[in-house]
């Protein structure tokens, strides 16, 4: 277990010395303070507007995050840099757990890092108190988050870093608008159908944190359970696929 | 191999797995307060972001809004509708977006604009939201003259406003005004909708303020019982012009005609004030000890004076004080009603 933490880690401390990340985490974090000026122009809606903002901003930096499984395998095998790490005794299904452990570790942190950063703000400004509601929507949005990254770490494995990325995007907004398909179709075998796919839909609970809504913490075990599942199966996928390469 | 395998079927089970997961997660997601609508009606390629979205939507709306003076050209207006249209695509809970488009697209002269919005408000918050068919009922009736079917449009949309809890009286009285445009010719039918008005304004007490124990108190506090009462005055004077037509009628058929009706709205009218202390020629109420119709002079069933003594007695009394008698049950006067907690100013 030792090794999958060792690249679990090197994965993270590689995207962590990324200037771009601390550029875009501080980017993001400026945008949410600026919400606070926006005040009267918003018409009553000031409020809303700093955590509506606050979550959009979260979610986008986990996406963005997420999206370096897509990337970072297909750069190591272009690289060469995999052949020096598989040489050694480890397995491949470790390696991409560890790199899926890796992308999740730095997805958290910035997630955090935002999503305090969010909750401060918006407290100091006296426009929502950290509550739990908030907590649980961010969990869910990191949980959607997660899925995504599994399916990155899928794409990675046998597309290039481009396509990989695009396919993930393509992906995530296709299992988003079919979420709402699945919720309106009467036809059970399309709602099976879909119900294959990841379900992203869940970070959409942070509408009923912004309309002052409880979020059911059965829905938040399910979206913890749902996205552990995921992740599992695509990383056999992953592993299916990824021993049939030829990285030499 | 082997290997293989056993990860494909070990896929296989946990892909079942998931699907029911999903499933339940799916079934969560929609039964969540504050989600449903949204999962429902919510335009998917906003992917999470359709909150947001809204809020910069609402502030550049804003700014068109502010931009536009006097009553602009249809493609402006056509354009501010896609905004507004947009606007509650991502976010369809913006009430303000529905109430504050639906109202300037039909002063800007785009009447069927506004509507098309405030149907789409009425769809998603209709059943919590009495001002949107409100304001949809006034567009039709002020902005749709043309149509052919805008009193029927005007109607549907107030019933929509009434089944709303915590809608305001005039909701009623808007509704009342649509309903008797149609039956304006029939007295009777007039009579007797005003009088559906006033035991609706009036909680099921109606206009009997009498006896001890009365019905349950209007819910529109006292201007339900004002406007109870002044539904009741309605039927009173549609009575005295019935009656009015019959005196001056020449036609003895039209005469009897008049006279049937007339009676059918004195009936009406008793419904309507139960115990209540009124003529029962002109329906003029009249004081505890009165003899006679202050309005019409006609003999008037006496109250109000004690068996015993025979000395007048006030209103709220229990004993005559005169005597110590007890005081008849009808004398006693129901206490004025409480102001109810949703009444509107």
């Not at chain 1, 040489?87 to 890796?102: T, V």
């Not at chain 1, 918006?122 to 997660?146: D, H, S, W």
């Not at chain 2, 609402?58 to 507004?84: D, F, N």
Request: charged fraction near 20%; glycine fraction near 10%.
């Amino acid at each position: 277990m030792d090794d999958v933490m060792v690249i679990a880690q090197n994965t993270a401390s590689r995207v962590l010395r990324m200037k771009a990340l601390y550029f875009l985490l501080a980017i993001v974090i400026c945008i949410i303070a600026s919400g606070q000026l926006y005040g009267d122009i918003t018409v009553g809606r000031e409020k809303e507007y700093s955590l509506d903002l606050g979550f959009a901003m979260t979610m986008i930096v986990g996406v963005l995050c997420a999206l370096v499984t897509c990337f970072d395998l297909p750069r190591e095998l272009r690289e060469k840099t995999m052949v020096a790490v598989l040489s050694k005794p480890l397995g491949r299904d470790r390696y991409l757990i560890g790199k899926f452990l890796g992308v999740c570790e730095i997805t958290l942190i910035s997630m955090a890092i935002v999503g305090v950063g969010m909750l401060v703000l918006t407290a100091m400004a006296g426009q929502f108190r950290p509550n739990l509601e908030i907590i649980k929507a961010l969990i869910l949005v990191y949980c959607a988050v997660v899925q995504l990254a599994a399916v990155g770490i899928v794409l990675g494995t046998f597309l290039k870093e481009w396509l990989a990325t695009l396919l993930a995007l393509v992906t995530f907004w296709g299992s988003y608008a079919l979420g709402y398909v699945a919720a309106n179709t009467t036809s059970t075998i399309l709602q099976k159908i879909i119900y294959l796919l990841p379900n992203f839909a869940i970070m959409g609970s942070d509408n009923v944190v912004a309309r002052g809504g409880i979020i059911e913490w059965r829905l938040v075990g399910g979206g913890v359970l749902l996205t552990a599942v995921y992740s599992l199966i695509m990383l056999i996928v992953a592993g299916l696929i990824f021993r049939r390469k030829d990285i030499a | 191999m082997k290997d293989v395998i056993v990860r494909v079927i070990l896929i296989i089970v946990l892909l079942a797995l998931f699907v029911g997961i999903n499933g339940g997660v799916s079934d969560l997601l929609v039964k969540q307060e504050g989600m449903d609508v949204a999962l429902k009606q919510g335009k998917s390629m906003w992917v999470g972001l359709g909150r947001w979205m809204s809020h910069i939507n609402w502030m550049l709306l804003l700014q068109k809004r502010a931009s536009i003076s006097g009553k602009p050209e249809p493609a402006v207006a056509e354009a501010l509708h896609r905004r507004y249209d947009t606007t509650t695509d991502q976010d369809p809970y913006l009430v303000l977006a529905y109430e504050h488009g639906g109202v300037e697209l039909a002063t800007i002269g785009q009447p069927k604009l506004g509507l098309e919005l405030l149907d789409k408000g009425i769809g998603v918050v209709g059943d919590t939201n009495w001002k949107l068919p409100s304001y949809a009922a006034q567009i039709v009736t002020q902005y749709c003259k043309d149509d052919p079917n805008a009193e029927a449009k005007a109607k549907q949309y107030l019933q929509q406003a009434k089944q709303v809890d915590g809608h305001p009286f005039y909701i009623e009285s808007a509704l009342v005004r649509i309903q008797g445009k149609g039956i304006q010719n029939d007295p009777v039918k007039m009579a007797k909708l005003w009088k559906e008005v006033g035991t609706r304004m009036g909680g099921e007490r109606g206009l009997d303020q009498e006896g001890a124990d009365g019905g349950p108190e209007s819910a529109y506090g006292e201007y339900g019982d004002r406007y109870s009462k002044q539904a009741c005055d309605k039927v009173v004077n549609i009575l005295r012009d019935v009656r009015s037509a019959a005196d001056k009628a020449t036609d003895p058929a039209e005469k009897k005609k008049l006279e049937a009706q007339a009676n059918q709205i004195v009936m009406v009218i008793k419904d309507m004030m139960g115990s209540q202390h009124a003529c029962s020629y002109c329906f003029a109420e009249y004081q505890a000890g009165d003899k006679f119709c202050p309005n019409c002079g006609r003999d008037v069933e006496e109250f109000g004076v004690c068996t015993k003594c025979g000395a007048v007695l006030g209103p709220n009394v229990k004993f005559c004080p005169k005597c110590g008698a007890s005081a008849p049950k009808q004398s006693v006067r129901k206490p004025a009603p409480k102001k109810a907690p949703n009444a509107k100013k």
